[in-house]
């Protein structure tokens, strides 16, 4: 039996191996939603829990990498939703190296509060697509919707992060 | 996403916001998973079930009083 048929049926040291491959990617999934490193550690604990005591309803012959990534967008999409607020990005995350001036600093705090003031199933999808730059089919995938409701939901949070940046008089 | 719209207001999004290439995860998190696994499970009062059966009686056998319970709502 292998090692995915072994997790399907509830044994515990092919789930640990499973989570130590995975966890890494896991992390890396919802680092990239919450930007928060603790908060992403929390989260990835969180997913692979969900996946192990889901692990009936996996088929063995499905992709786990894409069944735990939907997880793990998931598990990132309930905490957005729970906290309603920009997690600020903490020290140890790579910041940009150039000083800011007191424009770009003021332009930068309003592209933020533009993009909290999105509903989350709207900022996840600009901030997998926009600032990440993944693919709609990566996204829909991770999401379990349709390409075209991507674009749908790309295009609503567009329109809306435009007409609050123009009402804050945003320059590039 | 090629068009030039959103090429335009993702390049000013990065300007705000860094995106993350390769985020590292810098412990193994399989201990927490561990304590999470072993975690009591949230048992529910015995008298939220009750309180859960009234409240489900009272809807079944007086279902005129649903308009006054949304109103209170």
């Known amino acids: 039996m292998d090692l995915l048929q072994r997790f399907a049926t509830g044994d515990l040291d092919a789930f640990e191996s499973l989570f130590r491959q995975h966890q890494g990617a896991v992390y890396r999934r919802i680092v990239r939603i919450v930007r928060d490193p603790a908060t992403a550690e929390d989260l990835t604990v969180e997913t692979l829990w969900r996946a192990y005591r889901a692990r009936a309803r996996f088929r063995p012959d499905a992709s786990f990498e894409a069944w735990l990534r939907r997880i793990a967008t998931n598990a990132a999409l309930d905490h957005l939703r729970s906290v309603r607020r920009y997690v600020p990005l903490p020290d140890d995350l790579p910041a940009d190296p150039r000083p800011d001036t007191a424009e770009q600093a003021e332009s930068r705090k309003a592209i933020r509060s533009a993009l909290d003031s999105l509903a989350p199933r709207l900022r996840i999808v600009v901030q997998l697509g926009l600032i990440e730059e993944e693919s709609y089919r990566t996204i829909a995938e991770s999401l379990g919707i349709s390409e075209s409701a991507v674009k749908l939901r790309m295009f609503r949070a567009v329109r809306i992060l435009r007409k609050k940046l123009q009402q804050w008089d945003v320059k590039p | ?73």
């Open chain 2, 1 to 73: 996403m090629n068009d030039p719209e959103f090429k335009e207001l993702g390049e000013k999004l990065r300007s705000a916001i860094q995106p993350l290439r390769q985020p590292e995860l810098s412990r193994d998190l399989w201990p927490a998973m561990l304590q999470k696994m072993n975690e009591p499970r949230v048992r529910v009062p015995w008298f939220d079930w009750a309180l859960a059966a009234i409240a489900g009686a009272v809807l079944i056998f007086f279902p005129g009083a649903i308009p006054a319970l949304l109103y209170h709502l």
